[in-house]
């Protein structure tokens, strides 16, 4: 399937979080098409790992950066300009979730949560968004999750916080569309990643987890990283505001 091309030669993209997991599988797609990648983590260790898996000399840029840090997304957006000279595409796939429920929630663990997948999708959209504008052409896509639409016992907050991700992409996209600028998001089911190793890893639960996704599977990173991709290519051009669930058809029954 990774011989798909999607015409992005020389495009620069940002990727949040891109050391591990989708993020990872989203760079190595996008490195293969030949585009240009910066990604960013809060672990140097990671990025290190990522950029030597990856080997893609000159075309990767890692730095390292708190999505949620206002002064650490304007580092990220300022180097990414100063080695690449242009910004075509933001994918923010930052997102964490810690267990719990909300009545009794912490509101020190609300705000980590909050601050990791909104605050941090706001954050750098804002900044690509700028940027963006100038050229008059960008792709935004975000990433959510099916927790945006239902209710999940061990993620509120986090469902919570995409939901919030979700009507972000809308309004964004509104009020972005002058200028050419597509804003998208993309909502997977469970994917194997270390983000979910707790759910998958149990037998038990991975079970009970396929019994609710008609295509009999969980996703693999790579299910997510193409309807990113085609989000970031010109094939998408009169598509805005959208989230395309990517669940193994989970929310059609
Ligand atoms: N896996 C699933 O089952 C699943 C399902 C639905 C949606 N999603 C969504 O898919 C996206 C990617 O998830 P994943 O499973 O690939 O997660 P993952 O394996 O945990 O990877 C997360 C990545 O984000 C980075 N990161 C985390 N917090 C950050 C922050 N505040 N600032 C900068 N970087 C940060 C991590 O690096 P550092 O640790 O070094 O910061 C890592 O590179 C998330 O938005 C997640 O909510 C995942």
Same mark, same amino acid.
């Given at each position: 399937?990774?011989?798909?091309?999607?015409?992005?030669?020389?495009?620069?993209?940002?990727?949040?979080?891109?050391?591990?997991?989708?993020?990872?599988?989203?760079?190595?797609?996008?490195?293969?098409?030949?585009?240009?990648?910066?990604?960013?983590?809060?672990?140097?260790?990671?990025?290190?790992?990522?950029?030597?898996?990856?080997?893609?000399?000159?075309?990767?840029?890692?730095?390292?950066?708190?999505?949620?840090?206002?002064?650490?997304?304007?580092?990220?957006?300022?180097?990414?300009?100063?080695?690449?000279?242009?910004?075509?595409?933001?994918?923010?796939?930052?997102?964490?979730?810690?267990?719990?429920?909300?009545?009794?929630?912490?509101?020190?663990?609300?705000?980590?949560? #909050? /601050?990791?997948?909104?605050?941090?999708? *706001? !954050? $750098? @959209?804002?900044?690509?968004?700028? +940027?963006?504008?100038?050229?008059?052409?960008?792709?935004?896509?975000?990433?959510?999750?099916?927790?945006?639409?239902?209710?999940a016992?061990?993620?509120?907050?986090?469902?919570?916080?995409?939901?919030?991700?979700?009507?972000?992409?809308?309004?964004?996209?509104q009020?972005?569309?002058?200028?050419?600028?597509?804003?998208?998001?993309?909502?997977?089911?469970?994917?194997?990643?270390?983000?979910?190793?707790?759910?998958?890893?149990?037998?038990?639960?991975h079970?009970?987890?396929?019994?609710?996704?008609?295509?009999g599977?969980?996703?693999?990173? #790579? /299910?997510?990283?193409?309807?990113?991709? *085609? !989000? $970031? @290519?010109?094939?998408?051009?009169? +598509?805005?505001?959208q989230?395309?669930?990517?669940?193994?058809?989970?929310?059609?029954?």
């Amino acid at each position: 399937m990774s011989q798909l091309v999607y015409n992005l030669e020389d495009q620069v993209f940002v990727i949040t979080g891109g050391s591990r997991g989708i993020g990872l599988e989203i760079t190595k797609l996008l490195l293969e098409q030949k585009a240009k990648v910066v990604i960013c983590g809060r672990k140097q260790e990671g990025l290190d790992l990522a950029t030597e898996k990856l080997q893609a000399g000159d075309n990767l840029l890692a730095v390292q950066s708190h999505v949620a840090k206002f002064e650490e997304v304007a580092k990220l957006f300022d180097q990414t300009l100063e080695r690449f000279g242009q910004l075509d595409g933001l994918i923010n796939n930052v997102g964490m979730n810690i267990i719990s429920g909300v009545v009794d929630a912490d509101p020190g663990l609300w705000n980590k949560i #909050i /601050d990791s997948n909104l605050n941090g999708t *706001f !954050l $750098c @959209s804002r900044k690509a968004g700028q +940027i963006m504008r100038a050229q008059q052409k960008g792709k935004i896509v975000n990433i959510s999750s099916i927790a945006a639409r239902r209710s999940a016992p061990a993620m509120g907050i986090y469902g919570i916080a995409k939901a919030g991700i979700e009507m972000l992409t809308k309004v964004m996209a509104q009020e972005l569309a002058p200028f050419n600028i597509q804003v998208n998001a993309v909502a997977p089911c469970m994917v194997r990643t270390t983000f979910s190793e707790a759910f998958w890893s149990n037998k038990d639960l991975h079970d009970a987890i396929i019994k609710t996704i008609p295509m009999g599977r969980i996703a693999e990173p #790579i /299910d997510i990283a193409h309807p990113v991709l *085609f !989000l $970031c @290519s010109e094939g998408s051009n009169f +598509i805005s505001g959208q989230t395309l669930l990517v669940d193994g058809g989970a929310s059609a029954i």
